[in-house]
């Protein structure tokens, strides 16, 4: 008998704890659902190749860059030209012109520095801007003068090699190439540039390729 009410009480010991257990939970309020905040899309990076496409088309719009450029390329056109020729004595005397030719490059590129500072120059006073004026005129007038003779004495020196391919005697190229060396220096002092000068020199003789014929030795 005492068995029968000992199991008794523990099973209604069991239904009282289990009925408090579940009047707790529905009283108890439910934790709300947790929304995982969605990360912004992080951007794409710039691309090395995109950077170096602009900076390339960048200074394509530059017209004092451009004007170096043709500079420059003359110089290497001569360089190519001078590489060409199998004559020991003649290659030599082609790249003494080419060595002087890349000599004066650094005058050219000053000159463009200084012209794109001008280009560039804020707002100034009246009296400023008209003497900025005058020397972005004058400097332009420099890089016009370089482009002009470099380009002249590049195609110059690559005829003398298109002769030589074609039969010419090598004392002829000789003497268009002592010629040539008498058509330095390519450009006025930088003071003869900004004084206005270097506009109005004339193009050395040279320029025309019928007076590099008879040139003397």
């Not at 439910?30 to 960048?58: K, M, N």
């Not at 360089?79 to 060409?84: E, L, P, T, Y």
Request: aromatic share 2%.
């Amino acid at each position: 008998m005492s068995g029968f009410w000992t199991h008794l009480i523990v099973a209604l010991a069991a239904g009282v704890l289990g009925t408090l257990l579940g009047l707790l939970s529905r009283r108890s309020p439910s934790a709300p659902p947790v929304v995982e905040e969605q990360a912004p899309p992080t951007p794409a990076p710039e691309t090395a190749g995109g950077t170096a496409l602009d900076h390339v088309l960048a200074e394509h719009r530059d017209k004092w860059l451009c004007e170096l450029n043709r500079c420059e390329q003359a110089v290497h056109r001569a360089v190519r030209a001078a590489d060409a020729v199998s004559s020991l004595p003649v290659r030599q005397g082609l790249r003494q012109v080419v060595h002087r030719m890349d000599a004066e490059l650094p005058t050219v590129r000053a000159l463009v520095q200084l012209a794109r500072e001008l280009d560039d120059g804020g707002a100034t006073a009246a009296g400023e801007d008209s003497t900025r004026s005058v020397a972005l005129e004058r400097v332009h007038g420099g890089v016009m003068v370089a482009v002009s003779r470099f380009t002249a004495l590049g195609d110059q020196l690559a005829g003398v090699v298109a002769e030589l391919a074609a039969g010419a005697d090598q004392q002829q190229a000789q003497r268009r190439i002592a010629a040539l060396r008498e058509s330095f220096p390519l450009l006025p002092a930088m003071s003869a540039i900004l004084a206005g000068k270097a506009a109005r020199d004339e193009t050395p003789e040279t320029d025309d390729p019928s007076s590099l014929v008879d040139a003397p030795v």
